[in-house]
């Protein structure tokens, strides 16, 4: 079974949004329109408590940007975003998820962040989406969404680590470019891990 994956879709990452991802409202469209061709779909959704150490308001004198050591990893500080039960954090108003989509939170942790769908990013607690697939017989995920060189590439590294044939939709997903080239070194490491980069008019063709 094939299993479509939308990372982090939300309003937080949107033009306008605490966290806004340049472009980030373009991978709604892609979105709705591969979902129909899926048997499977699921979304990631960051998922923050107030205190989460991955905002730079929880670090006095630091800014977003900063890197910090986090649960003995590099973290960089972020503004605060996607915030439990706030408005920011609920899905894009035009995505199109049905009933029948399956929610994944993340970052629930305030002690470590979690870039990737599956685990923290010291891989110490799973999400359950892991398991989720295999229980459903998944062995294909497609991935997109937000941000390719975050979130989208840790899902997809993850997606890839866990056995699963993975492609990364790259006109489904748009970065933050903290540091130019980012989004390329990103689908780089897809690649180099094993996953395909593609776009959505080969997946709807």
Not at 72 to 98: I, K, N, S, Y
Request: glycine share 12%; proline share 6%.
């Amino acid at each position: 079974m094939r299993a479509l994956i939308l990372v982090d879709i939300q309003n937080d990452f949107l033009p306008g949004g605490a966290l806004a991802v340049p472009e980030g409202d373009r991978v709604i469209a892609v979105a709705n329109a591969l979902m129909p061709r899926f048997p499977l779909v699921v979304a990631t959704q960051d998922w923050h408590p107030p205190e989460h150490g991955s905002f730079a308001a929880n670090h006095p004198g630091r800014t977003p940007g900063e890197v910090v050591t986090l649960a003995g990893l590099q973290q960089v500080l972020w503004p605060m975003h996607c915030v439990q039960g706030t408005p920011g954090a609920e899905f894009a108003d035009g995505l199109r998820l049905g009933p029948e989509a399956h929610v994944f939170v993340k970052g629930v942790d305030p002690a470590v962040d979690s870039y990737s769908g599956f685990f923290d990013n010291g891989r110490r607690r799973s999400t359950g989406l892991g398991e989720f697939l295999r229980a459903r017989a998944v062995v294909e995920a497609v991935v997109l969404g937000l941000a390719t060189d975050y979130c989208v590439k840790f899902t997809a590294l993850d997606a890839l680590s866990l056995g699963l044939t993975t492609t990364l939709v790259e006109d489904g997903c748009r970065g933050v470019e903290l540091q130019p080239g980012d989004v390329a070194a990103a689908l780089d490491a897809v690649r180099a891990a094993g996953g395909v980069v593609r776009g959505s008019a080969d997946l709807l063709g």
